[in-house]
């Protein structure tokens, strides 16, 4: 089966620069936060925050990657996601045998999950959950 993208990030991405993504977990919850993009989107504002909580999440992994090799060509999906930046669920060919970086296991897989993926500046983000729901904080600066 071939693999889709379906762009989640509507109005919204990270930071191109330094999102600051960070990774903690709340149970089977894993919460991903990061720095918004207030120069794309003027609705927000230097220092404001996205955090997305994934839902009953069996699987994430917060490795290695760069917008550089992206755009060489280098990245797993190089060439195949829509965009560089953005966040996606994944359908189809996940690519997987081409991770280099291991999973974290929180528990036994389910089919009623997704697989989502964000590429940051640095880093790819990726995980299987049930769904996700993305909250804004406004920054000091705001």
């Known amino acids: 089966m071939p693999t889709t993208f379906a762009k989640l990030s509507e109005g919204w991405n990270a930071e191109p620069n330094a999102p600051h993504e960070r990774v903690?977990?709340?149970?089977?919850?894993?919460?991903?936060?990061?720095?918004?993009?207030?120069?794309?989107?003027?609705?927000?504002?230097?220092?404001?925050?996205?955090?997305?909580?994934?839902?009953?999440?069996?699987?994430?992994?917060?490795?290695?990657?760069?917008?550089?090799?992206?755009?060489?060509?280098?990245?797993?999906?190089?060439?195949?996601?829509?965009?560089?930046g953005e966040f996606y669920e994944v359908r189809g060919d996940l690519r997987l045998t081409e991770l280099t970086e291991s999973w974290v296991i929180l528990g036994e897989q389910s089919s009623e999950t997704k697989h989502y993926l964000f590429y940051f500046r640095d880093t790819t983000f990726e995980c299987d959950a049930t769904g996700w729901q993305l909250t804004v904080s406004k920054g000091h600066d705001a």
């Open 24 to 84: 903690s977990r709340d149970g089977r919850d894993v919460l991903l936060s990061f720095h918004l993009n207030p120069y794309q989107y003027p609705s927000f504002h230097v220092g404001d925050k996205g955090t997305i909580r994934f839902s009953e999440c069996w699987r994430y992994r917060l490795g290695s990657t760069n917008d550089e090799g992206w755009y060489r060509g280098q990245c797993r999906f190089s060439g195949v996601a829509p965009a560089w």
